[in-house]
């Protein structure tokens, strides 16, 4: 599985599971490509097949995306990105959005209320 302190990883897609949650980032760039089985990525709304030899890029802010396996045979594919220390992540089909900060191998996820604006707008 990925080491997610490296700029780039190799992962596998079992038949029938997703890689992660329908998400969005804002600070981080993400890049996939397959190496090997096929894969279907869900961007903004749309699906798309992905197979051996196939990159799809996420330049921020970025689109939701997900990547699934419904098919027979594992996906082999490699993912990388920006990998900032800090990033923001919205999950559309949830209505949340996340700050998250990784450190020392593990992820902190701090859920972002709605804004507030106790001042009024900005002139």
């Not at 419904?70 to 919205?90: A, H, N, Q, W």
Request: include cysteine; glycine fraction near 8%; hydrophobic fraction near 35%.
């Amino acid at each position: 599985q990925c080491d997610w302190s490296s700029d780039v990883c190799s992962s596998d897609l079992a038949p029938g599971k997703q890689s992660f949650a329908y998400h969005a980032h804002r600070v981080e760039e993400e890049w996939i490509y397959i190496l090997d089985g096929s894969a279907v990525c869900t961007i903004d709304g749309t699906e798309m097949r992905l197979d051996a030899g196939d990159f799809v890029g996420f330049p921020v802010p970025s689109v939701a995306h997900l990547l699934k396996n419904p098919f027979e045979k594992t996906c082999v594919y490699l993912v990388g990105g920006s990998r900032p220390d800090m990033d923001i992540i919205d999950y559309p089909d949830l209505g949340k959005s996340y700050v998250i900060h990784g450190d020392e191998g593990s992820t902190d996820f701090q859920e972002l209320s709605p804004p507030i604006r106790p001042f009024g707008p900005a002139e």
